[in-house]
């Protein structure tokens, strides 16, 4: 039985090289990449599928990175978003946490240092889905004491 987690990542950048570079190293890596020249086609491939990473370029043609983040947390929060960009700012970096990125890295990167950043997001979304999931299943457990505490009063008083 093969145990391998599929992983979906959806990288949009308007640079061919960088689209088929990262196809290239994520797919060796066992993901499912899904790649978009723009924040256009990056939002439409983000409406189909869900995705375990988002890697958005800062500077495209069009619609801008941070317009793309913007629009695609609009449309599911929960995803990690790491921001990638050649011309880093202090603006560019706040702006881009401030929309909801996990992450900011700098081109030209290294890729084992992406991939570092990638696992650690994804892991960190797994960590807030697992703690919401607790928090749930404590609430629920928690209301069906009070229930059972306010039917045990009540038949308590019944018998007195």
Do not use: W
């Amino acid at each position: 039985m093969n145990d391998t987690v599929v992983r979906r990542i959806l990288v949009i950048d308007d640079e061919i090289f960088i689209r088929d570079l990262l196809r290239d190293f994520f797919s060796k890596l066992n993901f499912v990449v899904v790649t978009a020249a723009d924040g256009n086609a990056g939002i439409a491939e983000y409406r189909q599928s869900t995705f375990d990473v988002v890697l958005i370029d800062l500077k495209m043609p069009g619609k801008s990175g941070i317009e793309t983040l913007r629009e695609l947390h609009q449309i599911q929060a929960s995803t990690p978003m790491i921001v990638m960009t050649g011309y880093p700012t202090i603006d560019s970096s706040i702006a881009a946490l401030r929309l909801g990125a996990s992450d900011y890295i700098i081109k030209p990167f290294k890729l084992q240092e992406l991939k570092e950043v990638v696992d650690r997001v994804i892991k960190e979304c797994a960590l807030h889905t697992e703690i919401d999931s607790l928090r749930e299943k404590v609430h629920t457990i928690e209301e069906e004491l009070r229930q059972y505490r306010s039917s045990a009063t009540g038949r308590t008083k019944e018998t007195a």
